[in-house]
């Protein structure tokens, strides 16, 4: 089957501009999950999305991140206008389910890079 | 919240020796997961272990649930085993929460 793709693969822009990263999961499944992995760090939940809905954004930076999910399959994840701090890789994983039980496959990732 | 440690935080071991990583978590979990992250970047699955133990070849798990901890063993290390190792913990919320990670060089 294939895998979760990720695009752009990387990315660099200046402070205060916008940015915008795109997910295709696996076909089927339910669950969407965009993680936020900074250099030397493991990967911090942004977004989770169960089908369109979502289920978690606690940690989402609402003030300058935005994230859908259109008709339940694709996903993008917005960041306007970014800081230095934003500098990281964008981690997007789908799971046929909720849980870690369903198991977890991840993209490639986007790297970014603040300037 | 919870918290979740990892030890050691880097490894360098010589081809073909074993070695032990330790996950200790704060607060009662329901589901845990190992993944393994290679030098590209790449997260895969190695094992769901919310306790008990497991095993995949080189490679097993051992989760002691009730201590609030859990170890993955990699035995014969190969260069291909370089990378970092991420425990992951969820809890009753199924709120999922990575530790810190382990960074393995293993040096032919």
């Known amino acids: 089957e294939a895998g979760v793709a990720q695009s752009p693969r990387y990315k660099i822009i200046e402070k205060r501009q916008s940015v915008a990263f795109w997910c295709n999961p696996i076909?089927?499944?339910?669950?969407l999950y965009w993680y936020q992995q900074i250099l030397g760090q493991g990967p911090k939940l942004l977004i989770q999305f169960q089908n369109n809905g979502v289920v978690d954004d606690s940690q989402l930076p609402k003030d300058r991140f935005s994230a859908e999910r259109l008709k339940g399959v694709d996903s993008t994840l917005k960041i306007q206008p970014a800081k230095l701090e934003d500098s990281a890789v964008y981690l997007c994983a789908s799971s046929p389910n909720r849980g870690l039980d369903y198991g977890y496959t991840f993209g490639s990732g986007t790297r970014l890079t603040v300037v | 919240g919870i918290q979740v440690e990892q030890s050691p935080p880097d490894l360098i071991l010589q081809e073909g020796a074993n070695s032990t990583l330790r996950c200790n978590f704060s607060d009662s979990v329901n589901n845990l997961q190992w993944f393994h992250q290679n030098p590209w970047g790449q997260l895969i699955n190695l094992f769901y272990?919310?306790?008990g133990t497991k095993q995949n070849g080189r490679l097993s798990a051992t989760t002691v649930a009730t201590e609030r901890y859990s170890l993955l063993y990699i035995s014969s290390s190969q260069t291909t085993d370089s990378g970092v190792y991420f425990c992951a913990v969820a809890t009753s919320y199924d709120k999922v929460i990575f530790g810190p990670g382990t960074s393995l060089s293993v040096i032919p």
């Open positions: 272990i919310p306790s």
């Open positions: 076909s089927g499944h339910a669950t």
